[in-house]
């Protein structure tokens, strides 16, 4: 038997998609002979999710919010529930293939892993979506989306990333629950992958990715289809400046600030209210930033780490070496 997996699906009007997907999940978990639960979290959906999910699959663990909280609360109620060793964070418009968990599970071995995604591929096609994050980075930029590739990916024992995708990442629970989970001051989406990755990664952990554990995924299907596109870039903007907020040290926030307030003139300048309503909501929520800010000092303290970003890209650079890479 393999390591226990407790896999965490939040969802939102996700009926028709947890119809199509969830046969994939129970699929690969059977194929990797290990002891599992699903665990579904509905965000308060208006369709008949819970219905359909109570009718068809049974066993399945339902938990449910009185109201629409977003991505963070509703799948932290599900990781807080999980009861294995491994938690699979998994988005409902997932399709998983059927040797996902037997080519992830070597790499639990690995004590010092907190957790490993797969490579994510189009729903229909074979069109690579995310791979392996690239710290492309600089003192006042904190740029967790650059995926990179390894010319010959199979030499390659183990294959670093800066973040785990909030759609596919096998978290080892005592980790994620020392964490405390997802930040939710990034509901309702956006960016709590990344600043999740980056705590993990200042704890002395390790995030792998694995390019032959392979799922296909429509881009964003949740938040296109429930979302304007402004409404979805304002929430964007407001959360990368969370994370900055959250992670940049004290000398580089200030200056950051600075660079944030320059942005607004050139905005106001342009008239772009989208940005400048990103920025009135970030400036709300600054008082909790610094409180998650300086939570998690505290917990670096109390494990006696002391990592940094810097720390951080300089890792998975070394890892990288000479060897040829392509960014995208």
Not at 269 to 298: D, G, H, V, W
Request: with cysteine; proline share 4%.
């Amino acid at each position: 038997m393999g390591p226990s997996i407790s896999v965490v699906i939040p969802t939102y009007k996700g009926k028709a998609l947890l119809a199509q997907n969830l046969p994939s999940v129970f699929h690969a978990l059977e194929q990797a002979t290990t002891i599992f639960e699903i665990i579904v979290v509905d965000d308060a959906s208006l369709d008949d999710t819970a219905a359909f999910l109570q009718e068809h699959y049974p066993s399945i663990k339902l938990l449910s919010n009185e109201t629409n909280k977003g991505f963070s609360p509703t799948i932290n109620k599900g990781i807080f529930a999980a009861q294995y060793e491994w938690v699979l964070l998994l988005n409902n418009d997932v399709k998983l293939l059927p040797t996902y968990f037997t080519v992830l599970i070597p790499h639990l071995e690995n004590k010092n892993c907190f957790g490993i995604m797969g490579k994510i591929i189009g729903y229909d096609n074979d069109v690579l979506q995310d791979s392996a994050k690239y710290p492309k980075c600089t003192l006042l930029n904190i740029n967790g989306t650059t995926n990179y590739q390894f010319v010959n990916e199979t030499q390659r024992s183990a294959i670093y990333t800066f973040m785990l995708s909030g759609a596919n990442a096998l978290v080892n629970r005592e980790k994620l629950l020392l964490l405390n989970g997802f930040c939710e001051l990034f509901a309702p989406f956006y960016w709590e992958d990344v600043d999740l990755s980056i705590r993990a990664w200042k704890m002395g952990w390790e995030c792998l990715y694995e390019p032959n554990a392979i799922c296909r995924h429509p881009a964003s299907t949740t938040v296109k289809s429930n979302f304007k596109k402004r409404q979805t870039a304002i929430i964007a903007n407001r959360n990368k400046l969370l994370l900055h907020c959250i992670h940049l040290d004290t000398a580089a926030l200030i200056l950051y600030h600075f660079k944030i307030l320059g942005k607004s003139i050139f905005a106001l300048l342009r008239l772009n209210f989208s940005f400048l309503k990103s920025c009135y909501l970030y400036l709300q929520l600054i008082p909790e930033a610094m409180k998650t800010r300086t939570a998690f000092k505290q917990l670096q303290a109390a494990q006696h780490q002391n990592n940094t970003l810097s720390d951080c890209y300089q890792f998975i650079k070394k890892s990288i070496g000479e060897e040829a890479i392509t960014l995208f």
